[in-house]
């Protein structure tokens, strides 16, 4: 009968941190977070090339967490690709020898510069990854003690609308998260989903009797639901409803059938977004007069020929007016992002 | 008489397969149901198998994850920082392996972490929590590889904080150790199942071509999707839970059972019982 050989990895030499070491590919571990969404291919085969040809000139950065044999990279994922490749294509070095990377070996990082690692990895993704930065972006509040959208975005590496963003995800209770850290892009609901839901929830709240009774979580159980049960086929049609609510701002009678509407939306689980609320934002003339308003403004501009204005009270003056314009445009642009999650499946509008 | 003494012994060696009850009367059965001149290497594929029962599955987990646990407390990490996760759907075999580890290594007792790589939550809760320390991934056997690496990368895409990561398992194939390996996992296994131990593999040396090919014909004959089991690796490791999936169809039979019995079905291989 055959017997059984145990075997086990051999025990890890602890290499002290400030060393520089060469590593074999075998000695290093790829990022756990997957950074499929890293790299540009045509860059990271320029990159691999200058390595083919003059070898790794900048050392990566590792660290050995607590057991572990191989070194996990902290900085030089692409670095550590293109050698791997490289060493997969059998190349070798200029003497024949085997390709090496030179690594700077540090310290684990500990808990939060672990935290403000992963930040900067997530500042390069996409998609559902906002749950978990959300999350931990929870974590470095707490610790920290300051909830300030600038200190934040100064330690994380995140933008306003991303902290803005990952702040809305926090408001929901835990079940709801949850469904957005599902490992099945089939039925993960997409962080952007509580995103573009909460104003919607906030003025059912806030203008529909019937949905206040019922409660936040339930009236967000029902859009969860109708997500599901494909009434809300992409997480951006929310803006639909929003936008009737807007956009009628001074005609009390359609604002009222709007918010009706609403309501219906929340109590009818077959209502689709677009079948209640395109009647009300169908009209196009904005977008067209918005995009005629923006080649005017520039055309304008650019005829005063602004660029040598030499008063300091008129350069002042106009320095605060394009201030103004550029806050509101930036505002304006940071409320038109959002896209729907492109892992998980979407019916096509 | 031959034939008898090797029933007799299969069914000894075989006594705790959970699936089908194995008396010597069935493997005497299976054997008999190859052609006359095809039974001798019937016996001689089955001779191959390596069985891992109950008590030395909980053996080999125990003795394994001793030898894991003192690295980790000599890198300095105590036993409240290792998280123990069970990978695959709820009621798995991984699931069933954790459970039997926890119980008879005393885990529990001694601050250990249990979670499930489904649940994205908890894991990123308790690393976020931990800061440090080591994902200890438990299963029975790994084949390919692939359905491991998939549940291990969902979990790498939320992870958190300076963490190493095992894998343990009573058994790995040579393919899996290269793919785990490739990310970094380190396994402690009782058994790395290579392919020279696996008869009907092109790589093995144990039996001849024309006994290679006489046999696959036999396997193709029961089941035509995967006569060598899943991805054809012809695994020959059957652990007392179950028959993992890449074991040749001879040993598992066909579905439900007929025309061809197994002597190892899998418990989805055996017939479904009316609920009456």
């Known amino acids: 009968m055959p017997s059984l050989n145990p075997t086990q990895p051999t025990v890890p030499q602890l290499i ?47 660290y050995q967490a607590k057991g572990q044999s191989k070194f996990s990279i902290l900085d030089g994922e692409r670095r550590f690709r293109c050698v791997r490749d490289l060493v997969s294509e059998g190349r070798t070095g200029k003497n024949g020898e085997p390709l090496k990377l030179p690594a700077n070996v540090v310290e684990p990082p500990t808990k939060i510069a672990g935290l403000l690692y992963m930040f900067n990895i ?41 902290i803005e963003r990952c702040k809305k995800l926090l408001r929901f209770p835990e079940r709801f998260q949850e469904l957005s850290l599902d490992p099945d892009p089939r039925t993960r609901v997409p962080s952007n989903f509580w995103i573009e839901a909460l104003p919607v929830i906030d003025l059912a709240l806030e203008t529909s009797e019937t949905i206040k009774a019922i409660g936040r979580d339930r009236a967000t159980e029902k859009l969860v639901d109708k997500y599901r049960g ?36 929340f109590l009818n689980p077959s209502l689709e977004t677009r079948d209640g609320f395109d009647e009300f934002v169908m009209d196009k003339k904005r977008v067209l007069s918005a995009l005629a308003a923006c080649d005017e403004f520039l055309a304008e501009l650019q005829r005063f020929r602004l660029t040598y204005t030499s008063n300091d009270e008129e350069r002042n003056s106009l320095r605060i007016a394009l201030r103004r314009v550029q806050t509101y445009c930036e505002s304006l642009w940071n409320a038109l992002e959002g896209k729907d999650d492109p892992e998980v499946p979407q019916d096509q509008p | 008489m031959k034939g008898i003494i090797h029933s007799l012994r299969a069914a000894i060696r075989y006594r705790d397969y959970k699936p089908m009850s194995l008396t010597w009367l069935a493997a005497k059965r299976w054997v008999m149901q190859f052609d006359k001149g095809d039974r001798r290497l019937a016996q001689r594929l089955l001779d191959k198998v390596i069985y891992i029962s109950e008590s030395r599955t909980r ?38 392996m ?88 380190e396994a402690f296994t009782g058994h790395v199942h290579s392919k020279v131990e696996r008869p009907l593999h092109a790589n093995s040396p144990l039996f001849v071509r024309t006994e290679k090919d006489r046999m696959e014909l036999i396997c193709k004959g029961i089941n035509k999707g995967g006569p060598l089991g899943y991805k054809g690796l012809a695994t020959m490791v059957v652990l007392y839970r179950n028959a993992p999936n890449t074991v040749p169809a001879v040993l598992r039979g066909s579905q439900n059972q007929t025309p061809f019995k197994g002597i190892f079905p899998r418990t989805t291989d055996l017939p479904v019982q009316k609920i009456t």
């Open chain 1, 230 to 265: 494909k009434k809300i086929k992409s997480v951006i049609h929310f803006r639909r409803i929003m936008e009737s609510y807007e956009i009628n701002e001074d005609d009390p009678q359609t604002r009222a059938r709007v918010l009706r509407r609403v309501e219906e939306f």
């Open chain 2, 59 to 96: 053996e080999i987990l125990v003795q394994q994850n001793a030898a894991l646990m003192n690295r980790l407390v000599a890198a300095g990490l105590k036993p409240k920082q290792f998280i123990y996760v069970s990978v695959h759907d709820t009621g798995s075999s991984s699931h069933v």
């Open chain 1, 122 to 162: 997530h500042n390069y993704r996409e998609g559902w990854e906002l749950m978990p930065t959300a999350l931990s972006l929870k974590i470095v509040m707490e610790d920290l003690g300051t909830e300030d959208n600038k200190a934040l975005s100064k330690l994380t590496g995140l933008s306003d609308p991303q």
């Open chain 1, 16 to 62: 002290p941190a400030g060393l520089l070491l060469q590593l074999s590919i075998d000695e290093v571990k790829p990022s756990s977070n997957n950074p499929r969404h890293l790299f540009d291919p045509d860059q990271l085969d320029e990159l691999k090339k200058n390595i083919a040809e003059h070898g790794v000139l900048v050392p990566i950065v590792v």
């Open chain 2, 98 to 185: 954790l459970n039997l580890l926890r119980d008879a290594a005393g885990l529990e007792r001694m601050g250990c972490k249990f979670l499930d790589a489904h649940d994205s939550m908890r894991l990123i809760k308790t690393m976020n929590e931990l800061g440090e320390g080591a994902l200890i991934y438990v299963d029975d056997f790994l084949g390919t590889g692939n359905q491991f690496c998939g549940e291990r990368d969902s979990v790498a895409r939320v992870m958190v904080g300076a963490f190493s990561e095992f894998i343990l398992a009573p058994s790995i194939c040579e393919e899996a150790i290269y793919e785990i390996g490739k990310r970094g996992v």
